[in-house]
């Protein structure tokens, strides 16, 4: 088979490949992004015929990828409320503090959590947020399914904020368990008033899970 070479055709040393690159519209985190495939092959005329097979599954790759729903900001939103409720039930794991140092370990773990809680609101200040607030925005919108990198920058921005925002409601209320827990608890964020109501714990005092926060000892 005669002609010029397909254009995503080349070679590593003797063996044929191909080679894709992402275009800009799918995501600009990946964008310039190059796939590279093995076409296990030194003759050119199968490798032709194999390049052809390879760059129709290329294009229905980025057809499946361009059909992919976007998610909304209603839809980052609706994951903070899930994540945010994540948060609370891990708050209301009933732990015991040991009864000869009570008083110094909750003392200890409400100091803790306001000075959290002022890193927290320093970062929302400025929009730039730590890595516990970016993990936690990935897991925010692991409740939709997607993925920081899949978001434009004023969605991701907006995931971080959610997330630091009800990182910043957990703490509360876990002061607000050490402190108070008879009383009910107001949320101070209004985007997370409509999450589900909090369950209490009165008969002990609650503190965080280790799957989201780690028991602080004084």
């Keep these: 088979m005669s002609g010029p070479r397909p254009l995503h055709l080349s070679r590593r040393g003797a063996v044929y490949v191909v080679r894709f690159t992402l275009p800009r519209d799918i995501s600009s985190d990946l964008t310039g992004m190059e796939i590279r495939k093995s076409l296990q092959t030194k003759d050119i005329d199968e490798a032709r015929a194999k390049c052809l097979d390879a760059e129709i599954w290329f294009q229905n790759l980025i057809s499946r990828l361009r059909t992919m729903s976007n998610p909304s900001r209603k839809d980052v939103e609706i994951a903070a409320n899930l994540f945010f409720n994540r948060l609370k039930e891990a708050v209301d794991v009933p732990r015991d503090f040991l009864l000869e140092n009570l008083d110094?370990?909750?003392?200890?773990?409400?100091?803790?959590?306001?000075?959290?809680?002022?890193?927290?609101?320093q970062q929302l200040l400025v929009n730039a947020f730590?890595?516990?607030?970016a993990d936690n925005?990935?897991?925010?919108l692991s409740e939709i399914h997607v993925g920081l990198s899949q978001l434009d920058s004023s969605l991701a921005m907006l995931a971080k904020q959610l997330a630091a925002k009800a990182e910043r409601e957990q703490w509360r209320y876990l002061i607000h368990q050490l402190s108070e827990p008879e009383k009910s608890f107001s949320v101070g964020d209004e985007i997370f008033v409509t999450a589900a109501p909090i369950s209490h714990h009165p008969a002990s005092k609650a503190c965080p899970s280790s799957e989201h926060l780690a028991l602080m000892a004084a």
């Design 104 to 121: 110094d370990e909750i003392s200890f773990n409400i100091e803790e959590s306001s000075r959290r809680i002022g890193e927290i609101n």
């Design 130 to 133: 730590d890595a516990t607030v």
């Design 137 to 140: 925005a990935q897991r925010l």
